[in-house]
């Protein structure tokens, strides 16, 4: 390709944000909730169209939802080990000037797992000097991944459904009639972080409403409470003592430093699009 400038997009479920790249700096950003949901059938190629117009015609690499199923092209997946390498030579063109890069599977014990568009953001951190090429990193969200980085390769990962729990339990559980206050990190998130290491989920979700029945705790604590149970049982099964690098916007960074502190652990914080940005820059590199 050899072309300099080019187009990164990390097209998810809901959102879509696109960077305008030029010799390795950020020109132009822009983000819409044109997620792949929000695309009509046969609609993605004019939507990439638009999209490289208003940008002078450059190439779009596109990371992410697009490339599954539900997206634009099913990309496929590279196995772990990972590398940046290997995606790059597993990259599907389903037109001209346009790649996707696949996502990553891994199946371990008898258990698989999949991830599209965090694996850019893993790997570029290590690629930007973010985090070391031996390390536990994380990614906070309505499906948290864990993601355990060996010798500069993505290695393992698990994902836990943490935020989309969270979410399910608010709007159809009966202790979600409960969980109307707000959630910061204070004594009621540590509180549910402490018991979330118990290791007796369901049980401890079923106590929410006797809690607030008994006058064991203000009703306004319970969804704060509820998320520290969430992420305590989450970071308890996967932290553990050391270093996690969080790759987190600041309202989950702040819970999950919380949690991982509160268990023992040392959290870091990564800033997520500039891993992004070291990621898709070192693909094309290896692209063009």
């Known amino acids: 390709m050899g072309q300099q400038t080019f187009i990164a997009v990390d097209w998810g479920t809901t959102n879509r ?10 020109v132009d950003t822009e983000r819409d909730s044109l997620g792949v949901t929000a695309v009509p059938a046969g609609g993605f190629e004019e939507e990439v169209a638009k999209l490289r117009d208003r940008h002078g015609g450059a190439p779009v690499v596109l990371a992410g939802m697009v490339g599954s199923n539900r997206g634009w092209v099913d990309a496929g997946y ?7 390498e290997a995606l790059a030579t597993a990259v599907v063109h389903p037109m001209d000037g346009v790649l996707i890069i696949p996502g990553v599977r891994h199946v371990a014990e008898g ?4 991830m599209r568009g965090e694996e850019v953001q893993l790997l570029g951190a290590l690629a930007a000097g973010l985090a070391p090429a031996d390390a536990l990193l994380c990614q906070p969200g309505t499906h948290c991944k864990w993601a355990w980085m060996k010798d500069g390769t993505l ?10 729990m969270f979410a399910l339990l608010k709007a159809h559980a009966l202790i979600g009639q409960e969980m109307t206050g ?17 290791g007796d989920l369901l049980a401890s979700l ?41 790759l987190a916007d600041p309202a989950l960074g702040a819970l ?13 914080l990564i800033d997520s699009h500039t891993a992004f940005i070291a990621g898709v820059t070192r693909l094309w590199e290896y692209l063009s």
């Open 17 to 26: 944000r696109a960077y305008l790249i030029k010799n390795g700096t950020v």
């Open 78 to 84: 590279v196995s772990t080990p990972a590398t940046l």
């Open 111 to 114: 258990r698989g797992d999949v």
């Open 155 to 164: 290695s393992a990962f698990v994902t836990a459904m943490t935020g989309e």
């Open 182 to 198: 707000e959630v910061t990190p204070g004594a009621a998130f540590v509180q549910g972080v402490r018991e979330g290491g118990r």
């Open 206 to 246: 079923f106590g929410v409403r006797p809690a607030s029945l008994l006058s064991l705790r203000d009703r306004e604590d319970a969804a704060a409470f509820v998320s520290g149970l969430l992420i305590g049982a989450d970071c308890a099964s996967h932290a553990g003592k050391g270093e996690v690098h969080l």
């Open 256 to 268: 999950y430093s919380q949690a991982i502190t509160e268990l023992g652990g040392t959290p870091l």
